[in-house]
């Protein structure tokens, strides 16, 4: 047997493991269904699954399991908790809302809203197949949303009125999804800065990749950041939705380093002749090297929202909506297109089956609501 193949078989055999014990686990807390496996990453698993409740009641989640060995990191599990109390609370309609934080047998779960489309990653994928540029009016309206998502949470405040310095710090394409009916969700708030202060992977560069490349100068520096740093994040990502090509690609962390803090940034405009003046000024002015520099999120989703309001195509969750249905033609599933098979749409066909909803009083509820 080749090292090779051995290692394969042990990546294999400890996959098995890992897949038994979050499944033993979650069997354990009793109250998840777990319906399919959507990505395994280096710091977590990320399922498809149900929250089960009295009644045959079945709410469809994400359910995020992290790797036990970032659990037993002490110092990485409290900055973790810590983080996830602090963003629990982001309740608004570009974030990916969080549920719950659980733990069983010292294994570590996030239960979260779940996200029926894909990642901006799956989109800028599918343009490059495709060799199609991303409509710029497209590009600026999620990059927009995005910015209203930051917004939100950079100036949230604690009870006591002060603002909590929440940073997403992970602004990347992966962790930005679309409904398929056109609405944009900035997820995984509040799990980079565990991940990038202590995280026991790194020594692993491997898992890492990806993620580093959308950081801002400040912090790949290490130094410390505030809201502007996903300003600048998220500039990165606007630059990639028009070119569908990465801003920043070294992979040495040192070359990487000079790539994001002092390299000349290149010029849009040369490479994508189509980009609008005001849109290449938006961007430059949030990838400014320097933070004092930049706009707020909230000033750079206005004026990209200007931009958007003055166009004659006027760029909405409908016209994404069927942008996304003519990109990925078989996969697209619009809400509309058939309610989810839970327990408790089974459980309202069973009442209108009996002819409940036209005696009870519960019947005649679900009736009125439609549900
Ligand atoms: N709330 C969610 N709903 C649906 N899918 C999700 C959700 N969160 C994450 N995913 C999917 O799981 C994948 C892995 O997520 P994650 O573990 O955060 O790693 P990464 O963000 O590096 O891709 C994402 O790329 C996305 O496809
Ligand atoms: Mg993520």
Known sequence: MTDDHGARLAAVACESVIMHSDEHILEYAGSFRLVRKIAQGGMATVYEAEHLGPAGFAKRIALKVIHPHYAKEKTWLQLFIDEAKLSANLVHGNIVQIYQLGEVEGQYYIAMEYIKGPTLRNMIERHRELDRL??????????????????????YAGPDGRP??????????????????????????????????????????MLMMGKKHYMSPEQILGLDVDGRSDVFA???????????????????TELLIDEVTWRPLPNI?????????????????????????RPTAATFGKTLDRWCEAQSVVATPDRLQDHLAALFPTTYQPSAAGAEITRFSN?????????????????????????
């Open 134 to 155: 991303i409509p710029v009016h497209v590009a600026a309206y999620v990059t927009s949303r995005v910015c209203r998502a930051l917004d939100f949470a950079h100036t």
């Open 164 to 205: 909590l310095d929440i940073v997403h710090r992970d602004v990347s394409p992966n962790n930005i999804m679309s409904t398929w009916d056109g609405h944009i969700k900035l997820a995984d708030f509040g799990i980079a800065k565990a991940k990038t202060s202590s995280d026991p992977m790194d020594a692993s560069p």
């Open 234 to 252: 998220i500039g990165v990502v606007l630059y990639e939705l028009l070119t569908l090509e990465p801003l920043f690609y070294e992979d040495a």
């Open 269 to 293: 405009r040369e490479k994508v002749p189509a980009v609008p003046k005001a849109i290449e000024e938006a961007l430059m002015a949030a990838l400014d090297r320097d933070p004092a520099h």
């Open 347 to 371: 459980f309202k066909h069973g009442l209108r089956r009996n002819g409940a909803h036209q005696r009870g009083w519960f019947g005649r509820l679900l009736h009125g609501m439609r549900v």
